[in-house]
């Protein structure tokens, strides 16, 4: 069974820090490029982060998380972390993972604005930013 299964979400206050993990199975997880989005209340599935595939080390990020997020994979784990420090309350929203099959050196740009494009999908996780 292909399972996503987002972890770490929670409530931290203003300029706090947590950490999102993505554990994923039932597909060969190491072929996919990796991708976090998010869903604020009212608004439109937006993309934050996403990885390249085994060799390919590129990261890419929105404007709006440029600096303080980091995403990282670790392969031998299946599994994706999103680092996200300096939060504000503008980043409240459900963080989902998500799982792309592309070509060699994908246009990381075009697939972070791309959620319609995704293969798989995790349930999402609550991140909750106070003042």
């Known amino acids: 069974e292909v399972q996503l299964v987002e972890s770490g979400g929670g409530l931290v206050q203003a300029g706090g820090s947590l950490r999102l993990s993505c554990v994923a199975s039932?597909?060969?997880?190491?072929?996919?490029?990796m991708v976090w989005f998010r869903q604020a209340p009212g608004k439109e599935r937006e993309g934050v982060a996403c990885?390249?595939?085994?060799?390919?080390?590129?990261?890419h990020y929105a404007d709006s998380v440029k600096g303080r997020f980091i995403i990282s994979r670790d392969d031998a784990k299946r599994s994706v972390d999103l680092q996200m420090n300096n939060l504000k309350p503008e980043d409240t929203a459900v963080y989902y993972c998500?799982?792309?099959?592309?070509?060699?050196?994908?246009?990381?740009?075009?697939?972070?604005?791309?959620?319609?494009?995704?293969?798989?999908w995790g349930a999402g996780t609550l991140v909750t930013v106070s003042t």
């Open positions: 998500a799982a792309v099959l592309t070509g060699r050196e994908p246009n990381l740009t075009a697939v972070v604005a791309s959620p319609n494009s995704m293969d798989r």
């Open positions: 039932g597909f060969t997880f190491e072929d996919y490029v």
């Open positions: 990885i390249g595939v085994r060799d390919d080390g590129r990261t």
